[in-house]
């Protein structure tokens, strides 16, 4: 075999193994329960693998496990979710008026599944409507909901 050769396991229903020279067709066991994406999409049920090989007996839930991640990636995915967390209070603070303004800063929020709320805060004074305008405004544009002294809001039509 040459170092260019690619080698493909069998992960669906009917292809060929091939996990050290196995022969065995691909099955699935049969799923537990029922699909909820209607509810709150994708649903276990349906991102759930339950593949496997009668021969070897592989099965798609143990190369999952094979994945799990360190404790040093659990720690530093911590340590930025506390960075993002600290970052969106300290914005949230200046957006309530109690803590002090010292450059423009703006928040992209959920609102409908057409558009975004853009909400921002700037030192009193420095910006208007006319200025933010090109910096939040959707794909198919938008409208200001609220524009005060040191804050905004915006919807963004994006779809």
């Known amino acids: 075999m040459s170092s260019k050769e690619i080698i493909e396991f069998g992960t669906i ?6 996990r050290n020279g196995c022969e065995g067709i691909i099955d699935e066991h049969e799923k537990e329960g029922c699909c909820s994406c209607h509810i709150n999409p994708p649903c276990g049920y349906c991102t759930s693998d339950t593949s496997y090989c009668p021969k ?10 094979q994945y799990k991640p360190s404790e040093s990636d ?3 995915w911590a340590k930025q979710a506390k960075e993002w967390q600290d970052r969106r209070d300290l914005f949230y603070k200046k957006y309530r008026g109690k803590s002090p303004i010292d450059k423009l800063e703006m928040r992209t929020e959920s609102h409908t599944h057409f558009t975004q709320k853009v909400i921002g805060v700037f030192p009193k004074g420095t910006e208007t409507a ?4 090109p910096k939040v405004e959707g794909t ?11 804050k905004f809001e915006y919807i963004a039509y994006t779809d």
């Open 13 to 18: 229903k009917g292809e060929l193994c091939g």
């Open 56 to 65: 070897c007996e592989w099965a798609a839930e143990d190369d999952r496990e």
């Open 74 to 76: 659990l720690a530093a």
């Open 130 to 133: 006319k200025s933010i305008l």
């Open 140 to 150: 198919f544009g938008g409208r200001f909901s609220f524009f005060g002294e040191t």
